[in-house]
């Protein structure tokens, strides 16, 4: 299985959050993971940022943060050119799926924890 490096973005250190979870099937299947919430923390060993970092070599993006949250995320996910950015339910955002197919982003509305324990991520 190939290292998807993986911005997980609206992370939690909530145990009940599905960030959280998340985070740490991503690093139990051997993915690098970077993580921004608004909680600076840690979880399986990932620091949480409370700020944009630089990014590079994004593969995936995945998203738990509602639609309004994610506007002030548009153009730093753009600049990152990720492959693909993963909507979570209840992330669906139709204006961003626009932005992103325009910058040959795809998108996937679906749920990570189901992709990774279904191998499909």
């Given at each position: 299985?190939?290292?998807k490096k993986t911005l997980v973005l609206g992370a939690s250190t909530k145990?009940?959050?599905?960030?959280?979870?998340?985070?740490?099937?991503?690093?139990?299947?051997?993915?690098?993971?970077l993580a921004i919430g608004q909680n600076?923390?840690?979880?399986?060993?990932?620091?949480?940022q409370t700020k944009a970092i630089p990014l590079k070599n994004i593969d995936t993006v995945t998203l738990y943060l509602n639609p309004l949250r994610q506007r002030d995320y548009y153009n730093y996910i753009v600049?990152?050119?990720?492959?693909?950015?993963?909507?979570n339910p209840?992330?669906?955002?139709?204006?961003?799926?626009?932005?992103?197919?325009?910058?040959?982003?795809?998108?996937?509305?679906?749920?990570?924890?189901?992709?990774l324990a279904t191998n499909q991520y």
């Open positions: 299985m190939k290292n145990p009940v959050r599905y960030s959280f979870v998340a985070i740490e099937k991503l690093v139990e299947k051997g993915h690098s993971v600076a923390g840690e979880v399986a060993g990932i620091k949480i600049e990152a050119q990720p492959k693909r950015v993963i909507f209840g992330t669906e955002n139709p204006e961003f799926y626009q932005l992103l197919k325009l910058n040959d982003i795809k998108v996937e509305i679906a749920c990570t924890l189901v992709m």
